[in-house]
C-alpha cells in the first residue's frame, strides 16, 4: 500500500508545475519535451465515439482527472512486491519498480557491462546516457488515437527501463521488469526503450501488475523497440492490471535492413485496456512477427489498434491476434497494413480469431489494407464463433466437466502462439497466467 501524502492532488496544472519543480535534475531537452507534451494534453480533444480511431469502444468513464501522481510504497509492500516479481527466474537482467520508483535491480553480470550492454531505470539513466535518450526517447508519433494519453505519458513520466545492446552483441537470457501500481487512484507510467544495435541480439520482458485486486488505478505507459540492421529482437508484454483499473500502452517496434522482431503480448488484466501497435518497417529483408492473447471475464474491454507500416521493399510482416471472451466482455480489434509505393514485393498479413465462451460477450474486428505498391502479396481476415460443440461433447461424454473441457479447448485454442515461444520459461509462464485467469472466471 501507499504512503499518503496530504499534499497529493487529482492531475492538473498545478500538479504538472510541481512535478517539474521537483525534479531539477531533468536534461533541458527532456524539460521542454514534457512541457511541450503536458500543453498538447490540454489541448487534445477526449476520445468520443465520432472518432475513427475510437469506433465501438466505450469511451465513458475514460478520464483520468479522478487519479494522482503515485506515492512512495511503504517499506512492507515493497518487500511484497520484489517477492512476488520472481516468476522469470533465468535472467540476465531485471528492474523491479512499485509506483515509478525502483525497488530492486538486479545487476549485470561483468561480462555484460564489458560489452557495452546498458540495462538501467530512466531516473539515473536520463542522467547518464542524455544523449542516447535525446535521439531515441518519445522519437515516433501516435497514429492510432490515443496521442491524448501520450502527451500525458511524456509529460508525467519519470521511469522506466533504458536496455542498450551494442553492435554484434548476443544475449541469450531474457532481461525483465516488472512494474506494480499500489494505492486508490494512484497514476503510474511505466516506459520502455529497447535500442539493438546491427547484428545484436536480445529478449524482454514487461510484467505489469497491481498491488491490490479492487483499487482503482490509471496505467499510462510506452514502450519503444528499436532493432537495428541484422538484429533479432524478441519482446513480451503481459499486461495483467486489476480489473478496476484503466489502462493505455503504445507499442512502437521499428525495424531496420534485415532486422527480425517478434512481439508477443498476453492481456488478462483491466477494466478497460487500450493497447496500440505501431510496426513500422523502415529497412529491406526486414521481418516482424506480432501475436497477442487475450482472455476477458466479467465487464471487461479490451481495445487493440494496430498499424503494420511497410516502408521498404522485399519485407515482411505477419500479426496474429486470438481473443476469447467470458461473460459480458468485449474485445475490440482494428488493424491496418499499409504498404508505401517503394515497398514493392511486401509479404504481409493480419489475422484475428475470436472464440465467444458467452452469448453475453462481444467481439468486433476491423481489418483492413492500404496499399500503393502493385508487386506485394497482403490479406487480412477475422474470425468470431463459439466453441466448437462437437468437440465440447467429445471431453463432455469422457467425465470431464464443462468448464474444464472449455478451459481446455481455449488452452488449444491459444496454443497455435504459445508453441511458438522458444523459451520455454516464458511460454510456460505465458500459459500458467491463462489458467489462473481462467481458473478465476
Known amino acids: 500500500m501507499v504512503t499518503v501524502n ?16 521537483r525534479h531539477t ?54 518487500q511484497s512486491l520484489v517477492k512476488a516479481s520472481n516468476r522469470i527466474q533465468s535472467t540476465a537482467g531485471k528492474l523491479v519498480f512499485g509506483n515509478d520508483d525502483l525497488l530492486e535491480e538486479q545487476l549485470l553480470s561483468e561480462e555484460l ?44 513520466n519519470r521511469n522506466g527501463t533504458l536496455l542498450f545492446v551494442p553492435e ?33 541480439k536480445v529478449t524482454f520482458v514487461d510484467v505489469y501488475g497491481s498491488e491490490e485486486k479492487e483499487a482503482a488505478q490509471l496505467a499510462c505507459g510506452v514502450s519503444t523497440l528499436y532493432a537495428g540492421p541484422g538484429a533479432n529482437v524478441e519482446y513480451h508484454y503481459v499486461q495483467n492490471w ?44 526486414s521481418n516482424a512477427e506480432i501475436f497477442s ?21 522485399n519485407s515482411r510482416s505477419n500479426l496474429l491476434f486470438k481473443n476469447a471472451l467470458q461473460d459480458k466482455s468485449k474485445t475490440i480489434f482494428s488493424g491496418l497494413i499499409k504498404v508505401a509505393k517503394e515497398a514493392q514485393q511486401t509479404d504481409a498479413y493480419q489475422t484475428n480469431r475470436n472464440l465467444l465462451l458467452d452469448p453475453s460477450a462481444e467481439a468486433n474486428s476491423l481489418p483492413g489494407l492500404e496499399i500503393l505498391a502493385n508487386d506485394v502479396k497482403c490479406s487480412h481476415g477475422a474470425t468470431t ?21 472449455q478451459k481446455l479447448l481455449v488452452f488449444g485454442f491459444f496454443e497455435e502462439i504459445l508453441e511458438q515461444i522458444s523459451n520455454k520459461e516464458l511460454a510456460d509462464y505465458h500459459r500458467e497466467l491463462v489458467q489462473q485467469k481462467f481458473g478465476d472466471a
Open 293 to 313: 492473447l487475450t482472455i476477458t471475464d466479467n465487464d471487461q474491454e479490451i481495445d487493440q489498434r494496430t498499424l503494420q507500416s511497410h516502408n521498404a521493399p
Open 385 to 405: 464463433g463459439q466453441i466448437d460443440q462437437e468437440q465440447l461433447f467429445y471431453l463432455l461424454a469422457r467425465g470431464i466437466s464443462k468448464p474444464t473441457a
Open 242 to 285: 486489476n480489473e478496476a483499473s484503466i489502462s493505455f500502452n503504445r507499442l512502437t517496434t521499428v525495424a531496420q535492413r534485415d532486422a527480425n522482431i517478434r512481439a508477443y503480448g498476453l492481456n488478462i488484466g483491466s477494466k478497460h485496456a487500450r493497447n496500440e501497435g505501431h510496426t513500422i518497417i523502415d529497412g529491406a529483408g
Open 113 to 156: 557491462r564489458a560489452k557495452g550492454v546498458i540495462f538501467e531505470p530512466l531516473e539515473t539513466a536520463f542522467a547518464k546516457h542524455s544523449e542516447i535518450l535525446e535521439e531515441f526517447f518519445m522519437a515516433q508519433e501516435s497514429e492510432l488515437g490515443s496521442e491524448k494519453f501520450t502527451a500525458l505519458h511524456t509529460a508525467l
Open 6 to 21: 496530504s499534499e497529493s492532488e487529482f492531475l492538473s496544472e498545478a500538479v504538472f508545475d510541481h512535478f517539474l519543480a
Open 25 to 78: 535534475e531533468l536534461p533541458n531537452w527532456l524539460v521542454k519535451q514534457k512541457e511541450k507534451s503536458w500543453a498538447d494534453y490540454l489541448t487534445l480533444p477526449a476520445p468520443n465515439r465520432k472518432m475513427e480511431n475510437w469506433r465501438f469502444a466505450n469511451v465513458k468513464g475514460l478520464g483520468v482527472e479522478g487519479f494522482r501522481l503515485a506515492s512512495k510504497i511503504t517499506q512492507e509492500s515493497s
Open 168 to 200: 554484434n552483441v548476443e544475449v541469450e537470457l531474457p532481461f525483465v521488469s516488472y512494474h506494480w501500481a499500489s494505492g486508490e487512484e494512484t497514476a503510474v507510467f511505466p516506459h520502455t526503450l529497447v535500442i539493438a544495435k546491427d547484428n545484436s
